[in-house]
């Protein structure tokens, strides 16, 4: 398989489908919540987004586009680079909160349940052969 | 809790009183930081460095520091939706965080906002720094910050009946921690004894009884024996490692705390009998306590009522060995000291001018100290203000007992 463009409409697809085949509610812990990460100073001169909305821990949409995202309880921004890092497994996303390369926009208390199921989410995301 | 609770208090009329007055000064949003504040209106102790924002209409917002944030939100009447950590995180220190949640309400609107500066004697006080001053100046766009702390204290001067209901249970409380202290010093069972333990008997035994906290930030329950009762001026007595000694007075004040309600009274003792000197001093505390107890009523002010106890003081002979002071401030767990307003002649001190009101609550609290004589008593217990009368909220005996 040809390595996706990162945030393509193709990755996009495989993210869904890889999540969908390897997360399930259980590992999911069941929770309904969504969250958009924005990513600033992408390499086109634009700002994307990457979008997930899950249901009792059942996804129900995934989006990537460069327009205004979906409402979501989470928005997650940084730069184009960092979020890349953590695609490819180079840096962890909590340790990208910690030390304010990424801002969280929603309630902590409620970001606190999400922490580990972001973080299997972005370990089915690196698996995934993609081009920066 | 239902109104039909004896603890029952009305907090989102609370907030609608505090918003009601934030429209009469023009003031969008208040953005409470002190630990009274956060007492007041949210109904959880909040231990942590925590901010309530309330805006001009609607529900208020409380913040605190994310270890204790789900902890306060399964305690306080404040929806889930309205209860946030701060974390140091980016986009989730509480500067950024609050002044997010103000900048999104306020939609580019300029924007009044009231804040709590000013100082205290009370360290848990929690006055905005201004290091956060500074911070929100610049974070909140286009935003003007004027001290507005005035509009709580004058609500929360007056109690209602389920605040006061509150401090009796606490000071129910806070006499099953005398009962406990004098059955274990009874009999001899004050020997090897020391003022810790005394301190950690009667934390025991309140809070078996349901005490959520032995509050005072002066080391918990405040215990002293021998000379240590005799301070000169001295009110403040964390207990220490020192034994009980045959012939030491003993000065024993407990806290509690119920539903954030306080409890707080002071008993005393003698080791092992008084001296006919020990007794004179005794009989000279009981008499300004007793006399004090009976002047407290509505319609008076603290420079009123020391004046007539100092000149009772001076006509017994013992003038010299009273601090003259006869009450400090008392209110949700985080307000202490202050009586009143801030409105005397000294800023953020009591206004010795203040007139009592009814319902008004405060600790009656006196200290009679001879240092040369090694011997000193406190006496300290709520007080409700009616309009003819007090009312004391500890009903544990007025006395200075002799322990054999």
Not at chain 2, 68 to 74: L, S
Not at chain 2, 165 to 183: C, L, Q, T
Not at chain 2, 342 to 358: C, L, M, R, S
């Amino acid at each position: 398989m040809t390595a996706l463009t990162y945030l393509s409409g193709p990755w996009r697809d495989e993210v869904e489908k890889r999540l969908k085949a390897d997360l399930s509610p259980e590992k999911m812990n069941f929770i309904s919540s969504s969250m958009s990460n924005i990513y600033t100073n992408c390499p086109d001169g634009k700002n994307h987004f990457l979008f997930f909305q899950f249901e009792a821990g059942i996804f129900k949409t995934v989006l990537t586009g460069t327009q205004e995202p979906p409402k979501a309880e989470f928005r997650i921004t940084g730069d184009y680079q960092v979020f890349a890092k953590i695609s490819r497994s180079e840096l962890g996303s909590q340790k990208a909160l910690m030390t304010g390369k990424l801002k969280l926009k929603g309630n902590m208390i409620k970001a606190l349940k999400l922490a580990s199921v972001a973080d299997r989410i972005n370990k089915v995301v690196a698996t995934i052969d993609a081009q920066y | 809790m239902t109104q039909t609770d004896p603890y029952f208090i009305n907090f989102p009329s609370r907030i609608q009183g505090i918003q009601e007055k934030m429209a009469a000064q023009n003031i969008d949003f208040y953005l409470g930081s002190r630990l009274r504040t956060l007492s007041w209106v949210s109904d959880v102790f909040c231990p942590w460095r925590s901010f309530v924002v309330i805006p001009a209409q609607g529900m208020p917002a409380l913040f605190s520091f994310v270890i204790d944030a789900a902890r306060i939100a399964d305690e306080t009447w404040i929806d889930e939706d309205h209860v946030f950590g701060f974390a140091p995180m980016g986009g989730q220190d509480q500067i950024e965080q609050i002044a997010d949640y103000i900048n999104d309400l306020a939609r580019g609107k300029k924007v009044r906002i009231g804040i709590e500066s000013g100082m205290s004697n009370y360290l848990p006080e929690g006055n905005i720094t201004q290091y956060e001053y500074e911070k929100y100046s610049a974070a909140i766009a286009n935003c003007e910050l004027v001290n507005a702390h005035t509009i709580i204290d004058s609500l929360a001067m007056i109690k209602d009946e389920g605040t006061i209901n509150r401090f009796k249970e606490a000071s129910r409380i806070v006499d099953i921690g005398h009962e406990a202290v004098y059955d274990a010093l009874k009999d001899g069972g004050w020997k090897g004894m020391t003022e810790t333990e005394i301190g950690g008997l009667a934390g025991y035994a309140m809070r078996k009884a349901g005490s959520e906290f032995e509050w005072s930030f002066t080391g918990g329950n405040e215990i002293a024996s021998g000379y240590r009762t005799g301070y000169t001026g001295g009110a403040c007595t964390p207990a220490t490692r020192r034994e009980l000694h045959l012939g030491d007075p003993l000065m024993v004040d407990i806290h509690s705390m119920y539903k954030l309600g306080l409890g707080d009274h002071s008993h005393n003792y003698f080791i092992g009998g008084a001296t006919d000197r020990q007794r004179w001093h005794a009989d000279n505390f009981l008499k300004i306590v007793t006399q004090t107890l009976a002047t407290y009523r509505a319609g008076i002010s603290p420079c009123d009522l020391a004046e007539k106890m100092m000149d009772l003081a001076e006509a017994g002979g013992f003038s010299d060995y009273m601090v003259p002071g006869f009450e400090h401030g008392i209110g949700m767990m985080g307000d202490e000291w202050r009586i009143g307003l801030n409105d005397g002649p000294f800023p953020y001190w009591t206004n010795p001018e203040h007139i009592y009101q009814e319902n008004e609550v405060l600790i009656c609290a006196m200290q009679y100290a001879c240092p040369e004589e090694e011997i000193g008593f406190r006496y300290e217990n709520p007080i409700v203000l009616h309009q003819d009368r007090c009312e004391a909220l500890s009903k544990f005996r007025l006395s200075v007992d002799d322990i054999d």
